[in-house]
Nanobody
Framework: QAQLAESGGGLVQSGGSLRLSCRGS????????IGWFRQTPGKEREVVAC????????YYADSVKGRFTISRDNAKNTVYLQMNSLKPEDPAVYYC??????????????????WGQGTQVTVSS
């Protein structure tokens, strides 16, 4: 059974850093497009970053470009989201997802097949 599990969320001061982890079980993340999304109450889940299965190309939302980095550790079957220079507008529940059909980048949450349970990120000013 394919599963994803996020970890690494928490409370951090504005300007600080966190590293989120998305560990896969039951399938190999390396062969799938993996995305990080975030969601706040009353809003739709929005893409933050994703990494493709075919060539590990990456996409970042404009709001996080230059601050966040998505990467893979294939040996650990894990995808990371390094978040630096966190801002007051970054707090949300962060989810990782797997699009098992995409060959390239996938930025739409409805195209993803598997999701983790989410991890809360809170930024204090």
């Amino acid at each position: 059974q394919a599963q994803l599990a996020e970890s690494g969320g928490g409370l951090v001061q504005s300007g600080g850093s966190l590293r989120l982890s998305c560990r896969g079980s039951g399938f190999t993340l390396e062969y799938n497009t993996i995305g990080w999304f975030r969601q706040t109450p009353g809003k739709e889940r929005e893409v933050v970053a994703c990494i493709s299965s075919s060539d590990s190309s990456t996409y970042y939302a404009d709001s996080v470009k230059g601050r966040f980095t998505i990467s893979r550790d294939n040996a650990k079957n894990t995808v990371y989201l390094q978040m630096n220079s966190l801002k007051p507008e970054d707090p949300a529940v962060y989810y990782c997802g797997a699009d098992i059909e995409a060959m390239g980048l996938s930025k739409v949450s409805s195209e993803y097949h598997y999701w983790g349970q989410g991890t809360q990120v809170t930024v204090s000013s």
